[in-house]
């Protein structure tokens, strides 16, 4: 089955730097990536997705690169917040499948 | 407040003892999703349904566990003779479903502990 990893458990930041957040995925029969952000005691809340056929999409602040040579994903968060201090968390879904395979999560600090 | 909500948020309960949570879907999301969180983890999925059939069971769900969604709008989870393995966030989720996924929207989750 699907396998989603990130590379690092914590990163810390300061407020108006830009952050980037990284994430494996092992199988190549994924089609459909998605990132979440998920706040202290709430669900995980969608922030941003991309499919195998695109390589960068491009929402308020974030944007999501998929390099599929090296089954790569990456987030990266412009003039980072205090707000945005969160777990992130890199999600798959495999094709023909609609069920979401979650990786360990990155959490970001981002100082004032 | 139109998003997906979930009760109880907290739940505690003796080793042994049955319990039941309930989730409220997005009105016109057709597919709803169960996921089980730990400390530190990401959610992983429990089971999904399409309007009120089950499609798919993750072999987590062990034979303590059933869900249903007997009118393809809200759904319960139950759990029979809890353990303290079982101790976890459960999530629910919600999409207007279409192959390959489609976006998921969570609510805040119950948070069950085991004693």
């Known amino acids: 089955g699907e396998s989603v990893g990130l590379h690092l458990p914590t990163l810390s930041v300061q407020e108006g730097d830009n952050s980037i957040i990284n994430c494996a995925y092992s199988n190549s029969a994924s089609d459909y990536f998605i990132w979440y952000k998920q706040e202290s005691g709430k669900g995980p809340q969608f922030i941003i997705d991309?499919?195998?056929?695109?390589d960068k999409r491009q929402g308020q602040r974030v944007t999501v690169l998929l390099n599929k040579t090296v089954k790569h994903l990456s987030l990266q968060i412009a003039a980072t917040q205090p707000g945005d201090s969160a777990v992130y968390f890199c999600a798959g879904v495999e094709v023909g499948y609609s069920t979401l395979t979650f990786g360990k999560g990155t959490m970001l600090l981002v100082s004032p | 407040d139109t998003g997906v909500s979930q009760n109880p948020r907290h739940k505690i309960t003796k080793r042994g003892q049955n319990v039941t949570f309930r989730c409220d879907p997005i009105s016109e999301h057709n597919r709803l999703y169960w996921y089980r969180q730990t400390l530190g983890q990401g959610p992983e999925f429990l089971t999904y349904f399409q309007n009120e059939a089950q499609l798919e069971k993750s072999r987590l769900l062990s034979d303590r566990f059933s869900a249903e969604r007997p009118k393809g709008s809200f759904s319960t989870l139950e759990i029979q003779r809890t353990e303290q393995g079982d101790s976890a966030m459960y999530l629910c989720?919600?999409?207007?479903?279409?192959?390959?996924?489609?976006?998921?929207?969570f609510g805040p989750g119950t948070r069950l502990t085991v004693t």
């Open positions: 989720a919600s999409s207007l479903g279409f192959s390959g996924g489609g976006e998921q929207y």
């Open positions: 991309i499919r195998s056929n695109m």
